[in-house]
């Protein structure tokens, strides 16, 4: 079929318009390109305030970096970010008291005061700041879908020279609610490895996300989460069985507070105690997080 005069300039502005939706991100700070190698995310491509602040936390309301932002969130780049395209990164899924609506940094200030962005705010966390760490703020619980934390993921790739294959997932406490859903609903989807901290995530799910390997914290005198409702979730991926033995760390004497989640994202401060077993199930001492989620990739 031959085209005419009209269809072919169409053809033409459509390619012309995908490269320079593309190119738009290849800008001074050298953010990379997974566009050009998956073109469906060309339409979550921002174009300005991208990680301008380089080894610092930034808050990033709703509509900063562009039309394509629809949601707000706190993001980290190395301070060396422009010497590499491939970054691990972290997708961190927060907790209760990071719930917010993203309309100002003042609603997501709560992600500086502890987890995992706290530790980065107060630099507490991988002493070789090896990650981009990108934290998502929702509103409700309804807003944690498995398809809003996809989304983001896919606003991620686009935006950040992040390697698609060591894409990391962590949660605390209700954020196991985004994650879980997200897991079960993608069968695993773009997670590397998961690092679930004091949170519950559905037993259910788990046969649907066998390859991705997962270490399970907790307190182990959580009265929230509950250390049994930990091991429901271990028993049900090893039924299937998994690919990579899950792992679970119960920190004695410690329930759903502080002690749990920000010492976890934090090793050079970790000094709890942990338990060896837990009905009949040996457990695993804490060691440093981020060397472990380096281990692991798609």
Same mark, same amino acid.
């Given at each position: 079929?031959?085209?005419?005069?009209?269809?072919?300039?169409?053809?033409?502005?459509?390619?012309?318009?995908?490269?320079?939706?593309?190119?738009?991100?290849?800008?001074?700070?050298?953010?990379?390109?997974?566009?050009?190698?998956?073109?469906?995310?060309?339409?979550?491509?921002?174009?300005?305030?991208?990680?301008?602040?380089?080894?610092?936390?930034?808050?990033?309301?709703?509509?900063?970096?562009?039309?394509?932002?629809?949601?707000?969130?706190?993001?980290?780049?190395?301070?060396?970010?422009?010497?590499?395209?491939?970054?691990?990164?972290?997708?961190?899924?927060?907790?209760?008291?990071?719930?917010?609506?993203?309309?100002?940094?003042?609603?997501?200030?709560?992600?500086?005061?502890?987890?995992?962005?706290?530790?980065?705010?107060?630099?507490?966390?991988?002493?070789?700041?090896?990650?981009?760490?990108?934290?998502?703020?929702?509103?409700?619980?309804?807003?944690?879908? %498995?398809? /809003?934390? &996809? *989304? =983001?993921?896919?606003?991620? #790739?686009?935006?950040?020279?992040?390697?698609?294959?060591? !894409? @990391?997932?962590?949660?605390?406490?209700?954020?196991?609610?985004?994650?879980?859903?997200?897991?079960?609903?993608?069968?695993?989807?773009?997670?590397?490895?998961?690092?679930?901290?004091?949170?519950?995530?559905?037993?259910?799910?788990?046969?649907?996300?066998?390859?991705?390997?997962?270490?399970?914290?907790?307190?182990?005198?959580?009265?929230?989460?509950?250390?049994?409702?930990?091991?429901?979730?271990?028993?049900?991926?090893?039924?299937?069985?998994?690919?990579?033995?899950?792992?679970?760390?119960?920190?004695?004497?410690?329930?759903?507070?502080?002690?749990?989640?920000?010492?976890?994202?934090?090793? %050079?401060? /970790?000094? &709890? *105690? =942990?338990?060896?077993?837990? #009905?009949?199930?040996?457990?695993?001492?804490?060691?440093? !997080? @981020?060397?472990?989620?380096?281990?692991?990739?798609?």
């Amino acid at each position: 079929m031959k085209l005419t005069y009209s269809r072919m300039f169409i053809v033409f502005f459509a390619a012309l318009l995908i490269a320079e939706l593309v190119s738009c991100k290849k800008n001074d700070n050298g953010y990379v390109d997974n566009v050009t190698a998956d073109t469906t995310l060309v339409k979550y491509v921002c174009t300005n305030n991208i990680a301008t602040t380089p080894g610092l936390l930034k808050l990033l309301p709703i509509g900063t970096t562009g039309a394509a932002q629809t949601r707000a969130y706190a993001e980290y780049v190395p301070s060396n970010y422009s010497s590499d395209n491939s970054w691990p990164c972290i997708i961190n899924l927060h907790g209760d008291g990071e719930l917010g609506n993203g309309s100002s940094e003042a609603a997501l200030q709560p992600f500086t005061y502890s987890c995992l962005t706290g530790m980065i705010f107060t630099d507490n966390w991988d002493k070789s700041h090896r990650f981009v760490v990108l934290s998502p703020q929702f509103a409700t619980y309804d807003d944690r879908s %498995a398809a /809003n934390v &996809n *989304k =983001f993921i896919q606003y991620a #790739k686009a935006n950040y020279k992040i390697d698609i294959k060591r !894409i @990391y997932l962590t949660a605390v406490s209700g954020g196991g609610v985004a994650l879980g859903n997200y897991l079960h609903t993608y069968s695993g989807g773009e997670a590397a490895a998961v690092l679930p901290v004091s949170c519950y995530v559905p037993p259910t799910s788990s046969a649907k996300w066998k390859q991705v390997p997962v270490w399970f914290m907790c307190g182990a005198a959580d009265s929230t989460v509950k250390p049994s409702n930990v091991i429901n979730n271990y028993k049900a991926i090893m039924a299937v069985p998994p690919s990579v033995t899950p792992k679970i760390t119960l920190y004695t004497g410690v329930g759903h507070d502080g002690n749990s989640v920000n010492k976890t994202y934090s090793p %050079a401060t /970790n000094d &709890n *105690k =942990f338990e060896t077993t837990y #009905k009949g199930i040996s457990l695993v001492p804490y060691s440093n !997080i @981020y060397d472990w989620f380096l281990q692991y990739h798609r």
